[in-house]
């Protein structure tokens, strides 16, 4: 019998008590002061996640750059979320599992676990084989669809020295860099994370934004 995957989520009234938002929040060190402390964050069992709204599923969303274009991709009938299939992204993400954490029986879900779990999450889908840079440009949330309430992101941008990335998942089709006109282009096509996104790539190109 396949084990029951497990989740990190942080219950909503953590981000309502900081101040809830709809789309991107900017103001990044506001929240992650508010997450990354002990007793905040959690593992649960993803179907109970996905089925209760008074908890969001803390999700990296990594969007990588190189020389103004932003790495694109479409979701394969083989990707996880069957919400997003056959939609077009411009991030690299996914839930954070027990097998980022230490195995202290106090555990508390600190900064460096997470960036670890970004790293992990990001080498399962692609093999980025160039040096970057990565800083964190905002939160994320959506409550204006299923998938979204139940789900929040932390946007990260990559800015790569070179376009050396490659595709591990199967899911994964299409890949390629476009420009921001060009995505703009395609932007009914991309899932409601990536149109949120693709509005603010200017404003994260920007220097001085968390790392």
């Known amino acids: 019998m396949a084990q029951e995957e497990r989740v990190l989520v942080v219950e909503r009234k953590v981000l309502e008590r900081v101040g809830m938002f709809q789309g991107l929040a900017l103001d990044v ?7 990354f ?7 649960m069992p993803r179907p109970q996640a996905e089925a209760d709204p008074a908890y969001k599923q803390l999700i990296p969303y990594v969007i990588m750059s190189h020389e103004g274009k932003y790495l694109s991709y479409v979701r394969g009938k083989r990707a996880g979320e069957s919400r997003l299939v056959a939609k077009r992204s411009i991030g690299i993400g996914g839930h954070i599992n027990p097998i980022d954490a230490d195995n202290s029986p106090l555990f508390a879900y600190l900064y460096e676990n997470y960036l670890a779990a970004v790293q992990r999450e990001v080498a399962e889908e692609v093999s980025v084989e160039t040096g970057h840079t990565d800083r964190i440009v905002a939160l994320l949330n959506d409550d204006s669809n299923e998938v979204g309430s139940v789900h929040l992101g932390v946007v990260h941008h990559w800015i790569l020295d070179s376009a050396a990335v490659s595709k591990r998942e199967q899911m994964i089709t299409q890949m390629a860099f476009m420009s921001p006109a060009e995505l703009h ?8 994370w990536s149109q949120l996104c693709l509005e603010k790539l200017d404003v994260f190109a920007q220097p001085g934004r968390r790392k």
């Open 29 to 35: 060190d506001r929240y992650l002061g508010e997450l």
């Open 37 to 43: 402390v002990p007793r905040v964050l959690r593992f």
């Open 185 to 192: 282009g395609l932007r009914e096509s991309l899932e409601t």
